[in-house]
T-cell receptor, first 115, second 113 residues
Framework: DAGITQSPRHKVTETGTPVTLRCHQT?????MYWYRQDPGHGLRLIHY???????DKGEVSDGYSVSRSKTEDFLLTLESATSSQTSVYFC??????????????FGPGTRLTVL | AQTVTQSQPEMSVQEAETVTLSCTYD???????LFWYKQPPSRQMILVIR??????QNATENRFSVNFQKAAKSFSLKISDSQLGDAAMYFC??????????FGQGTELSVKP
């Protein structure tokens, strides 16, 4: 199994509060991704990183920001959480990212509830 | 833009029987990869099988195999000798040269003892 951890695993917060989710990898993979999973939508890409301090937006990036100061850590921040951001968040990693045969491996997920 | 569609929100199979999960996709590309991921109640996303578009031979991993029909843009997953541990949500995913992974909506598979 790929060495990917996410913290926290569960979080309940209130509307308007900032929230930061952390993804940590021990595989030294260059690419890291944040997805959200909602019923009826599968997984949708929020942001991804292709190296330290190199990030780009995904399909559903509004309301989210990311940072990557070290290869092993990728942070997802909700500056002011809203109820529509209640979801399960997955981090993923991949070795090369731009080649079609590159496989993504997923972390265990974080369940976030915004009241 | 590429899209992935799983038209079966739920499926059920008897233990030891065979079940096929459907997936269709839309793309104008000729070179890409397709994946099936399994998500058990633990929520962990587990790679089940992958198929390269240029390979004519269907991928197989133990009890899991695919039926890849490139012209029809279809990529179904067959699970043989179903086991209780196969009960999970299954996601079909498409990956292009650009690298982004696009998921279908998922099919929830239940296995009856």
């Amino acid at each position: 199994d790929a060495g990917i951890t996410q913290s926290p695993r569960h979080k309940v917060t209130e509307t308007g509060t900032p929230v930061t989710l952390r993804c940590h990898q021990t595989e030294n993979h260059r690419y890291m991704y944040w997805y959200r999973q909602d019923p009826g939508h599968g997984l949708r890409l929020i942001h991804y990183s292709y190296g330290v301090k190199d990030t780009d937006k995904g399909e559903v990036s509004d309301g989210y920001s990311v940072s990557r100061s070290k290869t092993e850590d990728f942070l997802l921040t909700l500056e002011s959480a809203t109820s529509s951001q209640t979801s399960v968040y997955f981090c993923a990693i991949s070795e090369s990212g731009t080649t079609k045969e590159d496989t993504q491996y997923f972390g265990p997920g974080t369940r976030l509830t915004v009241l | 833009a590429q899209t992935v569609t799983q038209s079966q929100p739920e499926m059920s199979v008897q233990e030891a029987e065979t079940v096929t999960l459907s997936c269709t996709y839309d793309t104008s590309e000729s070179d890409y990869y397709l994946f099936w991921y399994k998500q058990p109640p633990s929520r962990q996303m587990i790679l089940v099988i992958r198929q390269e578009a240029y390979k004519q031979q269907n991928a197989t991993e133990n009890r899991f195999s695919v039926n890849f029909q490139k012209a029809a843009k279809s990529f179904s997953l067959k699970i043989s000798d179903s086991q209780l541990g196969d009960a999970a949500m299954y996601f079909c995913a498409y990956r292009s040269q650009g690298g982004k992974l696009i998921f279908g909506q998922g099919t929830e598979l239940s296995v009856k003892p």
